[in-house]
């Protein structure tokens, strides 16, 4: 998803999408072990994936304590 498209949506989608991104580096981590994985930088984009969820739904915390 967009880095765009992520700060439109409000803190309760973005939590529904974090917990997506987890269940899927979740499945990559399986595959890796098992051997089935044939491109392992996914694990690397979803990870980075899950950082930027993080990091956008503590930006709308602050926000929402300073208002």
């Known amino acids: 998803m ?3 498209k992520m ?9 529904g999408e974090l917990e997506k991104q ?7 981590r399986f595959q890796h072990v098992t051997g089935q ?3 392992p930088v ?5 990870k980075k994936e ?11 915390e602050l926000v929402d304590q300073e208002a």
Do not use: G, P, S
């Open 2 to 4: 967009e880095l765009k």
């Open 7 to 15: 700060r439109e949506l409000n803190v309760t989608e973005l939590q």
């Open 22 to 28: 987890k269940k899927e580096l979740f499945n990559l």
């Open 37 to 39: 994985l044939e491109n």
């Open 42 to 46: 996914q694990m690397r984009e979803t």
């Open 50 to 60: 899950i950082a930027r969820i993080k990091t956008i739904i503590r930006e709308k």
